[in-house]
């Protein structure tokens, strides 16, 4: 069974910095696009970071520049790197997967998601 779990999140003041994982099972993870999303206190759950099969990656602008996300396929691990971390991206991450004919090698966009990790708390204080 396809299964998406994350690793690490936790507390950290702000201007720190905080990675986290996600690690895929079940499934053929060089194929297929992930992506991270982020449900933040009075806003709903955004996309924040695609990382396409062939490793195109694109940043919403809330985090371009300070977030850095890559897959490593040998892992089946995508990694998210955060730094100058802000009170206002405390929240609930969570790594998802495309998930039937969204899924073909060295496709160079995210679609539509399907699998999804439970997700990990990232916590930034002032």
């Known amino acids: 069974q396809a299964q998406l779990m994350e690793y690490g999140g936790g507390s950290v003041q702000a201007g720190g910095s905080m990675s986290i994982s996600c690690v895929g099972a079940?499934?053929?993870?060089?194929?297929?696009?992930m992506a991270w999303y982020r449900q933040t206190p009075g806003q709903g759950l955004d996309r924040s970071i695609s990382?396409?099969?062939?490793?195109?990656?694109f940043y919403e602008n809330i985090v371009k520049g300070r977030f850095t996300a890559s897959r490593a396929t040998a892992k089946s691990t995508l990694y998210l790197q955060m730094n100058n971390l802000t009170p206002e991206d405390t929240g609930t991450y969570f790594c998802?997967?495309?998930?039937?004919?969204?899924?073909?090698?060295?496709?160079?966009?995210?679609?539509?998601?399907?699998?999804w990790g439970r997700g990990t708390l990232v916590s930034v204080s002032s």
């Open positions: 998802a997967a495309e998930v039937g004919d969204s899924c073909y090698a060295n496709s160079h966009a995210v679609g539509r998601v399907g699998r």
């Open positions: 990382v396409a099969a062939d490793g195109y990656r």
């Open positions: 079940g499934y053929n993870f060089a194929t297929c696009g």
